[in-house]
T-cell receptor, first 113, second 114 residues
Framework: DAGVTQSPTHLIKTRGQQVTLRCSPKSGHDTVSWYQQALGQGPQFIFQYYEEEERQRGNFPDRFSGHQFPNYSSELNVNALLLGDSALYLC????????????FGSGTQLSVL | AQSVTQPDIHITVSEGASLELRCNYSYGATPYLFWYVQSPGQGLQLLLKYFSGDTLVQGIKGFEAEFKRSQSSFNLRKPSVHWSDAAEYFCAVDNTLNDYKLSFGAGTTVTVRA
């Protein structure tokens, strides 16, 4: 049973560019959450998707957007990249019927130059 | 809004010695509390969680944590550390189980020396 898979594992972009990160949830999970982990900090909640809709959102600008597909996989899009967007982006999946059982992927390391 | 403080940025412990990692939360009601571990290049793995009931919670890998409402703390402990416990540890809080919107502390890095 594959866990949460994220692609790519590493990415280098330049300021102003746009980036798309991908996440496949654990089998049987229908909810996907995205977190940003800057160097030396704990993860910060970006948003959560359930039934192809954004259900919760953290304090991130509109440059951060997402999507969930019918197969529950998800994408995180970041427009107009800033140097401060450099971070590890973590995807976590869960089953809405099971309380607080988040499974995290290994993340995508984004570097903005 | 809830918040989590992990006062210790880095802890070094000898293999076989005991370990205690501190976590303090700020939230009016009883929060839902979690400890996660992150090894280099890995995602976060849940060690244990507290929702209600017995304030001493047992987790995986021999870890336990104690919820103390009077001190707003949820400290993580392990009686005897193994070299494989070297990692970063995060305390997290969620104000409602249905949100899965966790607020994490800044983490504590644990180094294990032989």
């Amino acid at each position: 049973d594959a866990g949460v898979t994220q692609s790519p594992t590493h990415l280098i972009k330049t300021r102003g560019q746009q980036v798309t990160l991908r996440c496949s949830p654990k089998s049987g999970h229908d909810t996907v959450s995205w977190y940003q982990q800057a160097l030396g900090q704990g993860p910060q909640f970006i948003f959560q998707y359930y039934e192809e809709e954004e259900r919760q959102r953290g304090n991130f600008p509109d440059r951060f957007s997402g999507h969930q597909f019918p197969n529950y996989s998800s994408e995180l899009n970041v427009n107009a990249l800033l140097l401060g967007d450099s971070a590890l982006y973590l995807c976590a999946s869960s089953d809405v019927t099971q309380t607080a059982k988040l499974f995290f992927g290994s993340g995508t390391q984004l570097s903005v130059l | 809004a809830q918040s989590v403080t992990q006062p210790d940025i880095h802890i070094t412990v000898s293999e076989g010695a005991s370990l205690e990692l501190r976590c303090n939360y700020s939230y009016g009601a009883t929060p839902y509390l979690f400890w996660y571990v992150q090894s280099p290049g890995q995602g976060l793995q849940l060690l244990l969680k507290y929702f209600s009931g017995d304030t001493l919670v047992q987790g995986i890998k021999g870890f336990e944590a104690e919820f103390k409402r009077s001190q707003s703390s949820f400290n993580l402990r392990k009686p005897s550390v193994h070299w494989s416990d070297a990692a970063e540890y995060f305390c997290a809080v969620d104000n409602t189980l249905n949100d899965y919107k966790l607020s994490f502390g800044a983490g504590t890095t644990v180094t294990v020396r032989a």
